[in-house]
């Protein structure tokens, strides 16, 4: 998971680099697609954790799968659009419907084996540990 320095979208155009900008493009143009969706994530870090928070409105626990093979945290799952009312004409659907899937390399300093996730309140909260074996240390020169 590489962590990189929170910048606000789309405010500094002159400090971001052109991939960054491409990125954006071809990301927002693939967000209007009806058959998928990316949900927001937010990853902070504390002394003893990561900690990895998405944005899953209006999902079942049951729909969401976490995967972790070689270092690589995949957050994945299906966010149906049921329409029960018969009767009821959409003029406006603004949800994100569909099949997701994120990705991020986790950190060597990590505890593979700490990683707990939680759903509560369409948020999905995933801690994982870090390694205080694994984490580099400052070493002084004499």
């Known amino acids: 998971m590489a962590l990189i320095n929170y910048t606000r979208p789309n405010l500094d155009v002159q400090n971001k680099r052109f991939s960054d900008i491409l990125d954006e ?3 927002d143009s693939l967000k209007y697609r009806n058959d998928s969706f990316t949900p927001s994530v937010d990853i902070s870090e ?4 990561f ?3 998405v ?3 209006g999902m079942n626990k049951d729909d969401i799968q976490v995967d972790l093979e070689n270092g690589r945290l995949t957050i994945s799952g299906e966010r ?3 329409n029960e009312d018969k009767g009821k004409n959409y003029h406006r659907v603004e949800s994100g419907f569909g099949t997701f899937s994120r990705s991020f390399h986790l950190p060597d300093t990590v505890d593979e084996s700490s990683i707990s996730a939680k759903y509560e309140n369409g948020v999905l909260n995933i801690t994982i540990a870090k390694n205080e074996e694994k984490v580099k240390r400052q070493i002084e020169v004499s």
């Open 55 to 57: 944005a899953l409105p």
């Open 80 to 82: 149906k659009f049921e």
């Open 25 to 27: 493009f071809f990301n």
């Open 46 to 49: 504390t002394e003893e954790n």
């Open 51 to 53: 900690e990895v928070s």
